[in-house]
């Protein structure tokens, strides 16, 4: 009689493990799942690239006539801008919450940097010592 429980007991046990397992990952499912990323990224490189070429080669920031020549930073949150729109160059003042016009001229080239400085920042320096010198 005693042997009663032990061969129920045992046969419970035996019940629990024939539970089948869950099926893994198969080479062939690996493989199919690796491709169609693959597939998939090669179509937004190809779009990307038709995108490009139908913009006419240009970035998608660079559209219209509008185009910065350079730029200086005044404080931490200042700046003065030279904007080239067609054949203007407009100087413009930039702080938090307001954009200015400082200076409107012609087209040109910039005259080249001595000392260290930048160009952009050689030439706002002479602009602004004329006006210092008109008043």
């Known amino acids: 009689m005693s042997s009663l ?11 629990q493990a024939a539970v089948p397992e869950a099926p893994g990952l198969s ?4 493989l199919q799942t690796a491709l169609a990323l ?4 090669g179509i937004l490189f190809l779009a990307a690239y038709l995108l490009r070429k139908l913009n006419g080669g ?5 559209s219209g006539p509008l185009r910065v020549v350079g730029g200086l ?7 003065i801008v030279l904007v080239e729109i067609d054949d203007t160059w407009i ?24 000392d260290g400085e930048r160009p952009f920042a050689q ?3 002479q602009i602004a010592e004329r006006k210092n010198e008109a008043r």
Request: aromatic fraction near 6%; charged fraction near 10%.
């Open 5 to 15: 429980p032990f061969a129920l007991f045992s046969s419970s046990v035996l019940a």
């Open 27 to 30: 080479a062939s499912a690996l």
């Open 38 to 41: 693959a597939l998939v990224v």
């Open 58 to 62: 240009r970035g998608f920031g660079n």
């Open 73 to 79: 930073m005044i404080g931490t949150r200042e700046r």
């Open 91 to 114: 100087v413009v003042g930039l702080v938090p919450g307001q954009i200015r016009t400082l200076h409107t001229l012609p087209k040109g080239q910039l005259p080249p940097a001595g």
């Open 123 to 125: 030439w706002l320096k």
